[in-house]
């Protein structure tokens, strides 16, 4: 053990949550009565749950603690003034608008700057902030730099914007044509990869040229400032939460899923400098969430983010934190499995364009390698590809390929220990040594919108 990193989690584990034990024929049963959509299979029937990190984390003994003392008067609880202290400590924006997760902070903040035929520009949008922009009548561009669609390209900031593009689109479509910049740190739809402090210092530059608002979609901002640490050039020697702070300042607000990086199981806001726009966002909260001290939580709610918040930026608890992702991650690079590379923060890509080149995509070859695993070992991983972010006209036959076709294992904070990693390393493996046999899906029904939530589908 060095004197400065621990060899092993800083804590111990005081309360444990059984797990149910299936059978392969049974997970067989289970997948098929979920129509081979693993968001249909009851979460008890699952053994190692990697379908999401988000509001998954265990809570630490104070944040329990702090859950007994909630204030839950309605307006102007202890709890929310103890939240809002932390977050303008921690990123220096003047005001703070409690949410109950990200989503709904993405909807004011898209009320308040998109209008019909106006694009906003990310350097990948998460999909509710996508539908976001579009519900509003905007027009979602996502701008990534070509190294971050290259699964097999070592680089480490896959996460950044090109900032050519970013500038040359602008001046094609005229700024006035232009709600916003939003930039996702850590980039989730591509692996969780970071976005530099150099990067975002360009988006600045750019958006002060043109006079363009700059926000953060922050759900793992904790996670990207570790990177940061870990790989930009002179800020080695600075804490997680220094280099969240410069994050931060580059742009004029935030929105915040709470539910990754603020370790609690619910929760989220959005922060801003303006104060016109902070007006306008709290008559939206009104409307939409409850008061402005409460914003949809409980005051207990309040006060386990406002500790989470803090816990996050411990450079041991994140330490361990990206050390467990990179272990599974490096097992499977161990085994010759594709993966997204270099590895992210919150989760492990499988990139079935070479996992499962025999299955083309628009035959779901994300939602096969999720069957299999589960039956497998009752792992839930999720699908981020054509299912997904792809279309195909029945009419037509024409369709629109995702760009990426990934297999996400997200891992829960402070959930899983390294026995559980090793259990999905080996049951992915197992499943890659057999992958010709694996065969395409076919829908059976889907919704219009976001299909690959409820969508039904079935072997072929
Ligand atoms: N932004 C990012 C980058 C996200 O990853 C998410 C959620 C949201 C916004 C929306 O936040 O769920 O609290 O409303 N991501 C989850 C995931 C669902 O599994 O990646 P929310």
Same mark, same amino acid.
């Given at each position: 053990?060095?004197?400065?990193?621990?060899?092993?989690?800083?804590?111990?584990?005081?309360?444990?949550?059984?797990?149910?034990?299936?059978?392969?024929?049974?997970?067989?049963?289970?997948?098929?009565?979920?129509?081979?959509?693993?968001?249909?299979?009851?979460?008890?029937?699952?053994?190692?749950?990697?379908?999401?990190?988000?509001?998954?984390?265990?809570?630490?003994?104070?944040?329990?603690?702090?859950?007994?003392?909630?204030?839950?008067?309605?307006?102007?609880?202890?709890?929310?003034?103890?939240?809002?202290?932390?977050?303008?400590?921690?990123?220096?924006?003047?005001?703070?608008?409690?949410?109950?997760?990200?989503?709904?902070?993405?909807?004011?903040?898209?009320?308040?700057?998109?209008?019909?035929?106006?694009?906003?520009?990310?350097?990948?949008?998460?999909?509710?902030? @996508?539908?976001?922009?579009?519900?509003?009548?905007?027009?979602?561009?996502?701008?990534?730099?070509?190294?971050?669609?290259?699964?097999?390209?070592? @680089?480490?900031?896959?996460?950044?914007?090109?900032?050519?593009?970013?500038?040359?689109?602008?001046?094609?479509?005229?700024?006035?044509?232009?709600?916003?910049?939003?930039?996702?740190?850590?980039?989730?739809?591509?692996?969780?990869?970071?976005?530099?402090?150099?990067?975002?210092?360009?988006?600045?530059?750019?958006?002060?040229?043109?006079?363009?608002?700059?926000?953060?979609?922050?759900?793992?901002?904790?996670?990207?400032?570790?990177?940061?640490?870990?790989?930009?050039?002179?800020?080695?020697?600075?804490?997680?939460?220094?280099?969240?702070?410069?994050?931060?300042?580059?742009?004029?607000?935030?929105?915040?899923?709470?539910?990754?990086?603020?370790?609690?199981?619910?929760?989220?806001?959005?922060?801003?400098?303006?104060?016109?726009?902070?007006?306008?966002?709290?008559?939206?909260?009104?409307?939409?969430?409850?008061?402005?001290?409460?914003?949809?939580?409980?005051?207990?709610?309040?006060?386990?983010?406002?500790?989470?918040?803090?816990?996050?930026?411990?450079?041991?608890?994140?330490?361990?934190?990206?050390?467990?992702?990179?272990?599974?991650?490096?097992?499977?690079?161990?085994?010759?499995?594709?993966?997204?590379?270099?590895?992210?923060?919150?989760?492990?890509?499988?990139?079935?364009?070479?996992?499962?080149?025999?299955?083309?995509?628009?035959?779901?070859?994300?939602?096969?390698?999720?069957?299999?695993?589960?039956?497998?070992?009752?792992?839930?991983?999720?699908?981020?590809?054509?299912?997904?972010?792809?279309?195909?006209?029945?009419?037509?036959?024409?369709?629109?390929?995702?760009?990426?076709?990934?297999?996400?294992?997200?891992?829960?904070?402070?959930?899983?220990?390294?026995?559980?990693?090793?259990?999905?390393?080996?049951?992915?493996?197992?499943?890659?040594?057999?992958?010709?046999?694996?065969?395409?899906?076919?829908?059976?029904?889907?919704?219009?919108?976001?299909?690959?939530?409820?969508? @039904?589908?079935?072997?072929?």
């Amino acid at each position: 053990m060095t004197n400065s990193l621990p060899a092993a989690e800083p804590y111990r584990i005081k309360v444990v949550e059984p797990l149910k034990i299936t059978t392969i024929p049974e997970r067989e049963q289970i997948m098929s009565d979920a129509k081979y959509n693993i968001f249909n299979i009851p979460a008890e029937d699952v053994y190692i749950d990697l379908l999401t990190d988000s509001g998954t984390s265990a809570m630490s003994q104070d944040q329990w603690a702090g859950i007994m003392l909630g204030d839950e008067s309605y307006a102007g609880c202890r709890n929310w003034f103890h939240l809002e202290e932390t977050i303008k400590d921690i990123t220096g924006y003047k005001y703070v608008i409690p949410t109950h997760q990200g989503r709904p902070a993405e909807n004011i903040l898209t009320k308040i700057h998109i209008r019909p035929g106006m694009s906003a520009l990310s350097n990948m949008f998460f999909d509710t902030t @996508h539908a976001n922009v579009q519900n509003k009548g905007g027009i979602a561009r996502n701008l990534i730099a070509d190294q971050g669609l290259d699964s097999q390209l070592d @680089h480490p900031f896959k996460g950044n914007i090109d900032i050519t593009r970013l500038e040359s689109f602008i001046q094609s479509e005229g700024s006035q044509n232009i709600s916003m910049i939003l930039i996702t740190v850590t980039c989730n739809n591509n692996g969780g990869q970071p976005v530099s402090l150099e990067n975002l210092r360009a988006v600045r530059k750019v958006a002060d040229k043109y006079g363009l608002p700059f926000f953060l979609d922050a759900a793992r901002f904790a996670e990207n400032a570790y990177f940061i640490k870990l790989r930009e050039p002179g800020y080695s020697g600075k804490s997680i939460k220094e280099i969240a702070r410069e994050m931060f300042s580059c742009a004029d607000g935030c929105t915040m899923s709470s539910k990754k990086d603020g370790l609690v199981n619910i929760g989220g806001f959005l922060a801003l400098n303006d104060e016109g726009l902070f007006r306008q966002a709290q008559s939206f909260l009104i409307q939409m969430e409850g008061f402005i001290t409460y914003g949809g939580l409980a005051g207990r709610d309040l006060e386990a983010l406002s500790i989470g918040l803090n816990e996050v930026l411990d450079e041991h608890y994140m330490a361990n934190r990206v050390r467990q992702v990179h272990y599974l991650g490096n097992q499977l690079i161990e085994s010759g499995i594709p993966v997204m590379k270099p590895l992210g923060g919150h989760c492990v890509m499988l990139d079935m364009k070479h996992l499962l080149p025999h299955i083309p995509q628009e035959n779901f070859p994300c939602e096969a390698f999720c069957a299999a695993l589960y039956i497998d070992s009752g792992t839930r991983a999720i699908g981020l590809g054509q299912l997904a972010f792809g279309s195909e006209d029945p009419q037509t036959g024409q369709i629109n390929y995702s760009p990426l076709e990934l297999v996400r294992l997200a891992i829960p904070r402070r959930v899983y220990t390294d026995n559980h990693m090793n259990v999905v390393a080996s049951s992915v493996s197992r499943i890659y040594d057999q992958r010709e046999q694996l065969r395409g899906m076919r829908i059976v029904w889907a919704p219009d919108m976001l299909r690959h939530f409820t969508a @039904h589908l079935e072997p072929m």
